[in-house]
Antibody, heavy 119, light 107 residues
């Protein structure tokens, strides 16, 4: 059973960079069959796809965030990461990491981690 | 971006009721439509992929249909554990986009 676990600071100051890591266990992060995504959800609101990375290193980002987002992968540690720069209060949300394949955007989700942007 | 519109925004239903949720895409997405269920405080879970394929051990009371721009999620006989919020999501093109969600509440 694949498990994903987000980690990182729960509080980030405005204008700083939000950094989260997702650790994958119970399955190989290196498989060419899968890609690894970040999705967020502000409190009481819907889901927003941030972007994804393939183990080849290829990435796709949401254009609404593209100028501020970097997703990377470290297969040696079975981890992938999210960096979101110049954050504002609007970036406060629960951030989920997730696994997908083909046209199935997510078959496994992390439990989610709340990141609050506040001074 | 492809816009996904769900209706209704919320509904109240009783155990045993048949429930239908609709999702409309702003352009054709063929059958590249997934449905997720989310309970309060939890991550979403995949129910249906490619419009009508049931994921894993999802109960058979859940079904999906549609193609092109119009899709439906049906729960044939609502159970207590089905009270949750449901999201559709298109995987036809990036950015991948979700519907706004449909909250299914107890009547």
């Amino acid at each position: 059973q694949v498990q994903l676990q987000e980690s990182g600071p729960g509080l980030v100051k405005p204008s700083q960079t939000l950094s989260l890591t997702c650790t994958v266990s119970g399955g190989s992060i290196s498989s060419d069959n899968y890609y690894w995504s970040w999705i967020r959800q502000p409190a009481g609101k819907g889901l927003e796809w941030i972007g994804r990375i393939y183990t080849s290193g290829n990435t796709n980002y949401n254009p609404s965030l593209k100028s501020r987002v970097t997703i990377s992968v470290d297969t040696s540690k079975s981890q992938f990461s999210l960096k979101l720069s110049s954050v504002t209060a609007a970036d406060t949300a629960v951030y989920y990491c997730a696994r997908g394949f083909g046209v199935v955007t997510v078959d496994y989700w992390g439990q989610g981690t709340l990141v609050t942007v506040s001074s | 971006d492809i816009q996904m519109t769900q209706s209704p925004f919320s509904l109240s239903a009783s155990v045993g009721d048949r429930v239908t949720i609709t999702c409309r895409a702003s352009q054709s997405i063929r059958s590249y439509l997934n449905w997720y269920q989310q309970k309060p405080g939890k991550a979403p879970e995949l129910l249906i992929y490619t419009a009508s394929s049931l994921q894993g051990e999802v109960p058979s009371r859940f079904s999906g249909s549609g193609s092109g721009t119009d899709f439906t999620l049906t729960i044939s006989s609502l159970q207590p554990e089905d009270f949750a919020t449901y999201y559709c999501q298109q995987s036809y093109s990036t950015p991948l986009t979700f519907g706004g969600g449909t909250r299914v509440e107890i009547k």
